[in-house]
Each structure stands twice: as C-alpha cells, then as structure tokens.
C-alpha cells in the first residue's frame, strides 16, 4: 500500500470522533445536495411535461403579411400610420416541402401538419365555440402523445370522425358515439362523429380542441390542400429555441417554440434553478469550511508527529499528500453516505403526497448522473478544503515541532 | 569504538548559526569544528542554553548553519533542497529523542517500518521482516503489535530505538535518550544504545546532562556558549 494512503487511512480511523464529525457533515451536506437536486430537477421536468402535454415544442406558421405603404408622388402627404393587414387563415406554402424537410433536420423527432381554425359545436340547442384542428392521427400522435391521455374511445381519425376534449363533452353532453355538428363562421360545417374524447390535463385545451381528419379540416376551413401550421417535437426540448431560429432561417417561416411561448415559465424555472444552486453552492462551501477546520485541529494536534516524520525522510509532498487523501476519503465516504440518505428522504418525499392517479405530488429524479456529479463534488470539495491544512502540515519545521509541538 | 583512522560520517565545518535578524540577531553557535567517525560513541554536554540541541538539529539535518558546511558521508548537504535534504536524512540518520515520540495511531512494529515506507513510498513485505528483526534487537519481539500507547516509557524508547535504525543509518544522533526514564530504565536503554553501536558499527552523538552516562562514552565533546570548549577521548581510554 502506498506509504501515504496508509498513514491517511489509519489517521482517519484512529481520530474516531474528529472523522464521525467530518464525515458527518460531509454525508449531511451531500444528501442535502442529491435530495435538492432530485426534488427541483423531478418537479421541473414534471411542469415541463404537462406544459407539452397539448403543446408541440416549435410551431412553424406561414409569416406575418406586412402591409407595404405605396410610393407618393413628391409633395403629396400621407397618413403617419400604417394599419395593420387583417390577417385570415393562410396556408403554409409548398408545405409539404418544408414538413419534409423540417423532418430531416438533426434534434426533430416529429413533425405533422395542422389546418386550423375557429369554428362552433352544437349538439341540440348547445352550442360552444370551438377550435378546429384538422391533423394526419399517425404524424400528429407522434407530436403530441394524445393515445395515452384518451378517456374514451381511441385516437384513429378518419372520415367524418372526431376526437374531443373531456370538458366540451360534459358541456354538449355527448361521448363516444355520439354526433357534432361543427360549423364556421363562414357557414360552411359537417356532421361528426365522436370517436374519442381525451384530457390532456389542460382545461382550456380539454373545452375548446377538437380534432378532425386533415382533408376535413381543409374541406371545412376552405383551405384546399393546405395546412395552417406544422407542429415539431425536437429531442431536447430546450433546444427547441434554437432549432426554431434554424426553421425561420432556412424557410422564412415563422416558428415559435414553446419556450418563446412561455417565457414567463421558463424564467420562474431558471430563478428556482439559481435558488437551488445557490442553496447547494453555500451547503458545499459549508461543508468545506468544515473539513478544513477539523483538519486543521488536526495538523495542530499532529505537529509533533509531522515533524517525526520528516526528520525520519518523509518529503514535504508525502506530508501534503497524506492530509489530501484524507480529505479525499471524507469526501468519497460522505458522497456513498449522503448519496443512500439523500435517496432515501427523495423517495420519503415522494411518497409522501400523491394525485388522484397515484402520481407523486412532489416527483423525484434520482439519475446515475446525479450520483456521479455529488460523488465528484464531494470528493473535490474534500480534497480542496484539506489543501489549507495540507500545506500547513507540509511547512512545518520538524525542529521547532518536534521540541516545542 | 572508533579508533582516529575509521572514515568521517558526520563533518562540520567553521558552523554558525544566527537566529533573530537585525539587532535582535543572536549567535548561538561560533565556528564549531566537529567530526564523527564510523563506530564512533559520543557524548556532547554543555548547560541549559549552550546550543546542544541547535547543535543537534544542524547535524541531524533538521535545520541549516547560517555559516559553515556540515558533511554526511562526505556529501556538502548546503546545496539540498528541503525534499532532497529529507530524504538523504531519512538514509543517512537515526533519531532517538528525550520523549519517544512514537507515533500513537500506529503499533511498535508499524513505527519502525513507516521510515523505510516513507523513503520507497510504499509498505512492503520485507519491511515486516526487518522491522520484526529490529524489534527483536531491542528485545521487543514479543510487542510487534502493541500500540505506542500501551507501552511502557523504557519499551517505548527502545521502538524509538528500532526506529532509528530502520534505514541503516551511519550516524545515530540521541537528545538525551534517557532524560525522561527511572535510572534503572536508563541504564538498559543506555546499555541498548551501546550494544547496537558495538555490534553494528554505528556511529552515535548522544546529548546528555547525565555526566555519569557521558563517563560510559568514548568521547566527550563538551559546548559552552556555543563554542566547543574540550573535546576529548574518556579519562579511562587516555
């Protein structure tokens, strides 16, 4: 065993209460770092996921039309303001090209095209406004996981068949089976057939959606082979800002991804995130503080021996050495130690509240990545805060110890 | 004992040593000449203050002169660095101090290996042996594994004896060995120190205040004021 990893251990194990103390710390400090971390990055994922729950990550649409003032003859005066030009319902042009390409870019997992519009359901004498979305049920499943979230019936679109949200189905009072009449605001309509009725945990989603086939939608909305939007599901959903600038560069489209749509969102993640770190940076700093201080009672109380084993040929860097690896260890003892606490109050708390379909309340992530990234950090932190006393031990004069301590 | 022809182990040349700086600069050691040869058993003595144990520790390589040269078998050690400087120490020299300090965490057996550990870097299997074989030299075999803190004063510094011979060295140097024992236990830790000087040809510099022990040297070197004021072979080998 090399000389320094035999001296550091068999000082760790004979300081029994100075070791208990630091390994303690150490252990607290590093479940306090793996709970935080599980607990922040379980819930945002969470409020990540329900907010794509009805949202496709990058929704491309056919750009703005600018009005563009015509040129005046010289002396002749204009208005100082420009309207802006009612925009209707237009389709994306040569959309096909473009859904296929989009689909070829690198971090798009799926893309579908939607005809969109506004039309009314009635059922009797019920009547709600309503949002049509004409889509493809393969490509669009593949974007917005609507097979499993289905509370009757199933997600197949065809003919003249219908999918609706679950809360304007308790308000026009129908279900599977039953028949819509939609109809725009242009008078053009069909009669549909309910085929399925979904929550997609989103109230406003779940009272105005209603999904028809494409042709359907095209038909209704008078957009002969057209589609209004195409929605995009990317890999990493926070490089969907990105590859959302890519679509608008390469096609001239617009495109918003849904972290341009929920800005507000995205800030209150980032500030929680900042809170976390800055919490788990002072738990860390904490931690090294006392490291270092019950090392460096340590060095103190060893002097004397520090100096014996110098004056017997241990070199200033066998000396450092040894007080790093203790460091080292404290950290690495702490990080397995932490690491079982830290999972252990995650899944306490997990399990402490629970929804209505036996989700936690309080969702955990506890990844290899996670233990990994505390086991580094606590061994890092350890032999960074056992450096002062490292050095300390590694300057002292063996003379003036070994006859003074 | 050494006879004037033994080779030099231990050489000092013109040594002064200077502590404070400015006006509060104080000498403490003036020109000191000094050698000692192999085999050689000396006593140095002096009163409280005289600069023994300065003396001691710029022999033992554990501080340098301010002027002057000291020599460990006939190697000039001033161009050292501190890293080279310990480990030719950890080679060359053994030390033997008034309190044993053993290394409490470790047993007897583990002190004396944890000098030849810390000049290879590592422990190993024939460090087990020659540590057993020194223990049993001082008569310790039956306590390889006893703790520092389980023995008793004269067992102590008897692994503190084993110890400074774990790297076989060529000069011993012992400040006041038996200053902190009973006079029985000082006599069989003095008698130690003789007998391994005896069989294994090592040179030893004891510091002592016992003149009844430096009358059991071969020499006795006596410093006064930081001045080596006699110098001279015991009365009974003239």
């Known amino acids: 065993m090399p000389f320094e990893w035999f001296v550091a251990i068999r000082y760790l194990r004979e300081g029994r209460a100075q070791t208990a103390l630091i390994l303690g710390g150490t252990t607290v400090g590093v479940a306090v770092l793996v709970f935080l971390t599980a607990l922040i990055s379980g819930l945002q994922r969470s409020l990540v996921a329900q907010t794509l729950s009805s949202q496709a990550h990058i929704l491309v649409k056919a750009p703005e039309r600018l009005a563009r003032p015509l040129p005046l003859p010289a002396g002749s005066a204009a208005a100082d303001r420009v309207e802006k030009t009612p925009d209707r319902i237009r389709s994306i042009e040569q959309w096909q090209q473009v859904l296929d390409s989009i689909s070829r870019m690198p971090g798009v997992t799926a893309a579908s095209p939607t005809a969109a519009g506004a039309a009314f359901a009635s059922r009797g004498e019920a009547s709600k406004s ?232 309080f969702p955990v992530d506890l990844t290899p990545g996670l233990f990994a990234a505390a086991s580094i950090i606590a061994v890092a932190t350890g032999t960074a805060a056992a450096w002062f006393p490292a050095n300390r031990a590694a300057r002292l004069d063996p003379a003036v110890v070994i006859r003074y301590g | 004992m050494a006879d004037g022809s033994a080779p030099a182990v231990l050489r000092l040349e013109g040594v002064a040593k200077d502590f404070g700086e400015g006006e509060a600069c104080t000498r403490v050691l003036h020109g000191v000449e000094l050698t000692v040869r192999r085999g050689e058993f000396a006593a140095l003595i002096g009163p409280s203050g005289s600069g023994k144990s300065t003396l001691l520790n710029i022999m033992g390589l554990l501080d340098r002169p301010t002027v002057g040269k000291v020599f460990v078998d006939d190697r000039e050690t001033g161009t050292l660095d501190d890293d080279e400087l310990a480990r030719y120490r950890g080679r060359t020299l053994g030390f033997v101090f008034q309190f044993h300090h053993l290394l409490p965490e470790f047993t007897a057996l583990e002190n004396v290996i944890l000098p030849m550990a810390a000049d290879k870097g590592r422990l190993d299997a024939t460090m087990q042996e020659c540590g057993e074989a020194l223990l049993n030299l001082v008569g310790l075999g039956k306590k390889l594994h006893a703790k520092a803190t389980q023995l008793s004063g004269g067992q102590a510094q008897r692994v503190a004896i084993a110890r400074s011979l774990a790297m076989n060295p060529r000069v011993v140097l012992a400040d006041e060995p038996t200053g902190n024992l009973d006079t029985q236990t000082s006599d069989e830790v003095f008698a130690l120190l003789r007998d391994v000087n005896r069989r294994q040809g090592v040179a030893f510099v004891v510091v002592t205040h016992d003149s009844r022990l430096a009358e059991r040297c071969d020499r006795i070197v006596d410093l006064v004021d930081g001045r080596i004021v006699s110098d001279r072979p015991h009365q009974a080998l003239r």
């Open chain 1, 130 to 361: 309503v949002a049509v979305r004409g889509v493809d049920d393969e490509t669009y499943g593949r974007v917005i996981e609507i097979g499993p979230k289905m509370k009757a019936g199933r997600f197949k679109l065809d003919g003249t068949s219908a999918i609706i949200g679950s809360v304007l189905a308790d308000e026009l009072g129908v279900g599977v089976g039953d028949k819509v009449r939609l109809t725009t605001p242009e008078g053009r309509g069909d009669v549909f057939l309910v085929a399925g009725v979904f929550d997609l945990g989103n109230r406003d989603v779940n009272e105005r959606w209603v999904l028809v086939p494409l042709r359907s939608a095209q038909t209704m909305l008078d957009l002969p082979g057209g589609a209004t939007s195409i929605d995009v599901k990317v890999a990493d959903v926070f490089a969907a800002e990105r590859i959302a600038q890519e679509i608008e560069r390469r096609h001239g489209l617009a495109a918003d991804s849904w972290m341009k749509v929920n800005e507000q969102l995205l800030v209150a993640l980032r500030s929680q995130s900042a809170s976390s770190y800055m919490i788990q940076a002072l738990v860390v700093v904490a931690v090294a503080l006392g490291i270092a201080s019950v090392l460096g009672v340590s060095v103190i109380q060893k002097s004397r021996e520090i100096g014996i084993l110098k004056a017997t040929g241990a070199t200033t860097r066998r000396i450092e050495r040894i007080f790093l690896i203790e460091g080292a260890i404290v950290g690495a003892v702490g990080s397995v130690f932490g690491g079982g606490l830290g999972t252990g109050f995650a899944l306490a708390f997990a399990n402490l509240a629970r929804g209505p379909t036996g989700e936690p309340i």
